[in-house]
């Protein structure tokens, strides 16, 4: 299963390069991080030692940028009916799903990679907490690998790559830019047990946890338990559309 | 048989069942891991210290945050989520002793009402914008409640210090009693409290972390009963009857603190004048092996505060500054690292069988002394040539301990009524007895410790630039055993200078010289067109000569000011520059070079697998 795993990952990983696209979005995607840092948040003014003005606004824009490498998973196949004759193979869908995703998620990690320029600069000119840095580079690598098991089950939906890239786009920003907790705090103003349930599955608010500083260990699993159903659910339909 | 159920149920349900599932284990985990955190930070600063977590294994307490619904600035948003997050581990961590109430204050409702009540002042962000609310209470079970009116994103690093401090003032019912015996503070005849001085606000500080001050007389023969800690503050030709009065209390195993002062630079100011020092305490300290000359400065020119001059930064070896590699370990230092002394004397010391002694903290190996008048009266160039190091590290504080030997044979006062109330005389110590001294009163200044010197700022809410106020709080805590907590100010949380500060001082520094050279040209040229203008407005009838020659004074000064104008403008365009420099690399460079480099390593990648697979076909 591993073997069959890492087969999928690097033949998906290479395919990511074959086209030049891939080179855009990695472009995109850096220029958007750093800019909306030193743009939209009080970057300049307010830095702080762990760089929060630029990962708290990954999410939104991963929620972006993820949708361009999960569309084709399954869409690309099921147009040139290859499909078939991967699983003709002796070969699992956990296998393939999971070789696709994994493929994706190494792409979100070049991505942050590619940031990684704001904090090398600022850092010779400040003094930055390097190691909550890194680890905030963890935390966005874990929060990207949710994304990406999510985009690729709302992926696993659709028969064409324009479908799936909006499918998973929605899916995406509904989860990593709606903050459900404020919403229910303005709804339910005087309900708090109901306003702290709705804490628990704010992505947004799980996300902000762990890049404070003070990272929950049940924010961090909050995101392990996301990806694990979202590959599985991403598995479940493409097998349940096969068959 | 496939290992999905998709083909036995329909997939809506499956997902519904999947998406539950999600829910419940995500509920369970939170449950389960809801209170563990792991602090990334290096300086931890989300973590208790041992301190903290042992107050909260013994103190029963409710903590209320009182927090504005719309801060009114982003910096301050943060600022509360981080309080937030530090008191929600004071409750975790308590087990439930401490409660932490957050209070959402509307304006015009009863929560404004309630946080004014308990304590909380109000602040504009905006003019004529509506009032925000930032403050803390702790009520103890008692129902006393004690506050930080407003938290103040500067003194993050000291919140726990500050939040541990307040905790245990509000459990202790009698407060230790300072007595202060100084010639520099006045004392209110009718309400004998101490009319301190206007930049002497330590001694608020130190009220409102739990010690009671009280005024003592000069020229009473006893330190009144009760009196915990006596401190002995800038003492100035003390008489006989005061140092009688602090010999006894000794010899009744008394703690003394001193801060004396060869060159007070506060007093300096008030006199604008230099006034040889002798605070009378000459034999009183040589009876204990401590000898203070108080003529002697002592200076150190690598440990030590710039000063601009010229234009350039120059370090000015008489405002010390005292780092952790100079600081003893002990209970009084701990957490403590920065000192800034200015203009200090020093400290010999003979060592005594009776006495143990601990130097708190020294100069560093660059110390070279002066006489005080010669200081006074020198510019910095003439310093700078006559100060010459001694390579040897002066002590600036010593902490003595044990049975102290008394001064006199016998009592001072003969008259049998005023002996029969004063304490009996005891020429041998009944009781061990502390003094601890420290070379320079300057230390308590304000200016030497809040960074932002708004006047009347209330405790817990100054920008400190130092921890002198920590150290003064830990001699006091440490002198009169006070059982409050003293937890160490954590390191430096957060970036100390903003990116847009460092840009604006990279573009600033090439025109500093040559600002400050026309900045000084423009003092005099003012003062010439002043003198000018008097010199006119004395005379009926000014010749062409003088009006040609004010007409060109003042030509000059607003050349001047010209001249400034442009300075700020190449700054300001300069920054500019660096700004768009700044985001250009950032934003494309930096990303760009890596992509390509990426894009380099593929290609070559592809190369090698093809030429691999040509050599195969071969």
């Known amino acids: 299963m591993i073997r069959d795993i890492l087969i999928f990952w690097a033949k998906e990983f290479r ?64 147009k040139h009916n290859t499909l078939e004759i991967v699983f003709s193979q002796p070969v699992d869908y956990a296998a393939v799903a999971i070789g ?75 989860l990593a830019t709606v903050k459900i907790s404020l919403w229910v705090e303005n709804l339910l103003p005087d309900n708090a047990a109901i306003a702290e349930l709705s804490k628990v599955f704010d992505f947004t608010r799980q996300f902000d946890d762990l890049i404070s500083g003070q990272a929950g260990v049940a924010a961090g699993v909050y ?21 | 048989m496939t290992r999905y159920p998709v083909k036995n149920i329909k997939l809506f349900y499956f997902i519904c069942g999947i998406l539950v599932a999600v829910a419940a284990l995500v509920l369970g985990i939170n449950l389960l891991l809801g209170g563990r955190y792991v602090d990334l930070t290096a300086d931890k600063k989300f973590s208790l210290s041992p301190q903290t977590l042992e107050l909260l294994q013994r103190q029963e307490a409710t903590i209320r945050l009182y927090v504005s619904k719309d801060m009114g600035s982003s910096r301050l948003a943060g600022y509360a989520s981080y309080v937030r997050r530090l008191l929600s581990e004071y409750q975790r961590k308590s087990g439930g002793r401490v409660r932490v109430n957050i209070i959402k204050v509307e304006p015009f409702s009863s929560s404004q009402a309630s946080a004014e009540k308990a ?44 939040m541990s401090r307040l905790l245990s003032v509000s459990a202790v019912e009698k407060q230790p009693r300072i007595g202060v015996l100084s010639s520099y503070f006045r004392v209110a005849n009718e309400a004998n409290v101490l009319d301190y001085a206007e930049n002497m606000p330590f001694v608020k500080e130190l009220e409102a972390r739990g010690f009671k001050i009280i005024p003592l007389s000069p020229t009473a023969a006893a330190i009144p009963e009760g009196i915990d800690v006596v401190l002995v503050f800038y003492p100035l030709n003390l008489g006989q009857e005061a140092i009688y009065a602090l010999d006894q209390y000794l010899m009744w195993g008394g703690k003394i603190m001193m801060m004396l002062d060869v060159f007070s630079e506060e007093r300096f100011r008030d006199l604008e004048t230099y006034i040889s020092y002798n605070s009378g305490l000459r034999d009183f300290l040589q009876n204990s092996g401590v000898s203070y000359q108080e003529n002697v400065l002592v200076g150190d020119n690598v440990n030590s505060r710039s000063s601009v001059l010229d234009g350039h930064y ?63 009266a020198m510019d910095y160039d003439k310093l700078s040539e006559e100060y010459v190091p001694t390579n040897k590290e002066y002590p600036l504080a010593l902490l003595l301990e044990g049975k102290f030997l008394s001064l006199f044979d016998r009592p001072l006062i003969e008259d049998r009524d005023m002996l029969s109330i004063l304490p009996p005389f005891l020429s041998l110590p009944i009781k061990e007895g502390a003094l601890l001294i420290v070379g320079d009163s300057d ?65 600033a520094a090439r025109y500093l010289k040559s600002k400050a050279q026309i900045a000084d040209k423009k003092i005099i040229a003012a003062q010439e067109v002043a003198q000018a203008g008097r010199t006119l407005a004395a005379v009926s009838m000014p010749s062409a000569k003088r009006l040609k020659e004010l007409e060109q004074l003042q030509r000059e000064l607003s050349a001047a000011d010209e001249a400034l104008r442009r300075i700020d403008y190449q700054t300001k365009e300069n920054y500019n520059d660096y700004l768009s420099l700044f985001a250009w690399v950032t934003i494309i460079l930096l990303p760009a070079v890596f992509i390509l480099a990426i894009g380099v390593g593929y290609r070559c990648y592809e190369i090698r697998i093809k030429r691999k697979a040509e050599e195969y076909v071969k």
């Open chain 2, 443 to 507: 230390m308590a200044a304000e200016f030497l410790w809040n960074d932002d010197m708004t006047k009347d700022t209330p405790a817990f809410e100054t920008a400190f630039s130092s921890d002198n106020i920590y150290f003064l709080q830990n001699m006091l805590d440490y002198l009169s055993q006070s059982g409050y907590v003293s937890v160490p100010v954590k390191r430096e949380d957060s970036v100390d200078m903003s990116l847009a500060a460092y840009f604006y001082q990279s573009a």
């Open chain 1, 15 to 78: 395919f990511y390069f074959q086209s030049r696209m891939i080179y855009l979005v990695l472009l995109l995607y850096a220029a958007i991080s750093v800019g909306m840092t030193l743009y939209v948040s009080d970057f300049y003014q307010n830095t702080t030692a762990g760089l929060y003005q630029f990962f708290k606004f990954q999410p939104g824009i991963m929620a972006l940028i993820i949708p361009a490498l999960t569309m084709r998973f399954w869409a690309d196949e099921y």
């Open chain 2, 314 to 376: 120059i370090k000015y070896p008489f405002w010390l500054t005292v780092t952790e590699s100079h600081i003893a370990k002990h209970p009084i230092t701990e957490g403590i690292k920065t000192l800034f002394l200015n203009y200090s004397g020093f400290f010999d010391y003979l060592p005594q069988d009776n006495l143990k002694m601990t130097v708190l903290f020294t100069t560093g190996s660059n110390s070279g002394l002066m006489k005080a008048e010669n200081v006074a």
């Open chain 2, 119 to 162: 304590g909380i002042t109000p602040f504009y962000p905006e003019k004529n914008g509506v009032p925000v609310y930032f403050g803390v209470s702790v009520t103890n079970a008692t129902g006393r409640t004690l506050a930080i009116a407003h938290l103040i994103p500067e003194r993050q690093k000291a919140l726990e210090s500050d």
């Open chain 1, 100 to 174: 696709k995703f994994l493929a994706a998620w190494s792409i979100t990690g070049i991505m942050l990679i590619s940031s990684t320029g704001l904090w090398l600069v600022v850092g010779v000119m400040i003094p930055l907490d390097n190691g909550w840095i890194a680890a905030n580079y963890l935390i966005s690598f874990l929060m990207s690998g949710s994304l990406c098991a999510v985009s690729a089950a709302a992926a696993a939906f659709c028969y064409n790559a324009l479908g799936a890239f909006l499918a998973s786009m929605i899916a995406g920003m509904l």
């Open chain 1, 223 to 243: 995101f392990l338990v996301l990806t694990a159903a979202g590959l599985w659910i991403s598995v479940a339909a493409a097998e349940y559309k096969r068959s």
